[in-house]
């Protein structure tokens, strides 16, 4: 039986879930800690499709894929730096509340995209809000944070 390998087109099912057993991405509709729906964890569902080596997926996970036969599962834990990376406390920073836009009521987990000093936009999680200052925080709210992966090479192309 043939088995994938580097360059290969190929389509895969998988779930990823943190450690608690909360699902963050799935190509299956229905999923183990319920149905996905437009504005759910989940994207499009099916197999995704891609060309093991491209860096469409998570490194690990790519190279967990050589080797394997259609219908063969493997489940993958992948460390932090290999996804979203390490949580940096550098990464956050406080501003004056009334450095806001008027048209903001800040609240903790308040998400906005910001322009940095660079012209780049980013992403802001607001983590902290007093009645003087607004902490905010440009990790992703994945980093740090291991990610299990349970996946399924569907069909080599």
Do not use: W
């Not at 995704?48 to 491209?54: A, F, M, N, S």
């Not at 660079?118 to 944070?145: Q, R």
């Amino acid at each position: 039986m043939a088995q994938a390998k580097e360059a290969d087109r190929v389509r895969v099912d998988f779930t990823g879930k943190l450690a608690d057993g909360t699902v963050i991405d799935s190509t299956y509709p229905d999923h183990e800690g319920g149905a996905c729906s437009d504005d759910d964890c989940c994207g499009e569902h099916g197999p995704l499709e891609l060309v093991i080596g491209e860096g469409e997926l998570y490194a690990p996970l790519e190279a967990a894929l050589v080797g394997m036969q259609v219908g063969e599962k493997k489940t993958l834990v992948i460390a932090p730096e290999d996804a979203f990376g390490e949580y940096d406390v550098e990464n956050v920073f406080s501003i004056k509340r009334s450095e806001l836009p008027d048209d903001i009521t800040p609240e903790v987990g308040l998400t906005l995209e910001v322009t940095g000093e660079d012209d780049d936009l980013y992403m802001v999680t607001m983590i902290e809000v007093t009645d003087e200052e607004v902490s905010l925080d440009t990790n992703h709210p994945l980093a740090g944070k291991e990610l299990t992966y349970e996946f399924e090479l569907v069909e080599i192309l």
